[in-house]
């Protein structure tokens, strides 16, 4: 499995953090690294670039890093590792809670941070790799999901999935361990814009979660994220 090739975007105001992050990472092997030290450039730079993966600092002149991230999770749904001299719990939560994928506290090794986006990656990789096996089954120790037949199995029964809540399903999957805002969702999903989604995009999710969660009402596989969106959790 090849993820050397992968897009690597990373965002810091902090030029030598720049240079030695970016070293680092093509020692071990990521031959498409580019960096940026301007916080609100960064933005557009991202929507040009489509990486793979953004490493990106909080604390940033004119705009913040959990800002940054508002902006980008509107088009971009890569995983997202924030890089912080904050240590504070609040701190870690806030930039997970708002569509970050992982932390890493200042000071810190650059090889962790590469060891962390391989893994990111990897996880992505495996995770494609299970939808583009012929017979498209997904499995679970919970349930199994036959995304050639339609269905889910769970507890012995099966669970027959509409042709929305297969797609939606299957975008989920796709992007699990992401938080995908409901905006998200509905572009790719429904195809449209958000505008008069909200109650669909509900309905849809507590169906998915009757056929597929052990307990719907206290779900671990589809996390709400409050005021953001909606996560599958591998």
């Known amino acids: 499995m090849d993820i050397t090739n992968n897009k690597i975007l990373i965002i810091d105001d902090e030029d030598a953090l720049l240079i030695l992050l970016t070293a680092v990472l093509r020692k071990e092997g990521f031959t498409n690294v580019k960096s940026i030290n301007d916080s609100v450039n960064s933005i557009h730079l991202c929507r040009t670039y489509k990486p793979d993966l953004i490493l990106l600092d909080i604390m940033m002149p004119n705009l913040d890093g959990f800002s940054v991230l508002k902006e980008i999770r509107k088009f971009c749904m890569c995983p997202i590792i924030f890089l912080s001299a904050k240590s504070e719990e609040i701190d870690k939560l806030l930039g997970l809670g708002i569509g970050g994928d992982d932390y890493v506290t200042k000071p810190f090794s650059p090889k962790e941070v590469a060891f962390r986006i391989k893994a990111h990656l990897r996880r992505i990789e495996l995770t494609k790799q299970s939808f583009m096996k012929e017979d498209y089954i997904f499995e679970t120790k919970d349930f199994k999901v036959d995304l050639k037949k339609?269905?889910?199995?769970?507890?012995?029964?099966?669970?027959?999935?509409?042709?929305?809540?297969?797609?939606?399903?299957?975008?989920?999957?796709?992007?699990?361990?992401?938080?995908?805002?409901?905006?998200?969702?509905?572009?790719?999903?429904?195809?449209?814009?958000?505008?008069?989604y909200d109650n669909t995009i509900m309905v849809h999710i507590r169906k998915l979660r009757e056929k597929l969660e052990i307990l719907p009402s206290n779900p671990k596989y589809i996390i709400t994220v409050k005021g953001v969106g909606y996560k599958f959790i591998l």
């Open 150 to 196: 339609g269905e889910i199995e769970k507890d012995g029964e099966i669970y027959l999935l509409r042709a929305k809540e297969l797609k939606l399903l299957k975008f989920l999957i796709q992007n699990s361990n992401i938080i995908l805002s409901k905006e998200q969702i509905v572009q790719g999903v429904w195809e449209d814009t958000f505008t008069g």
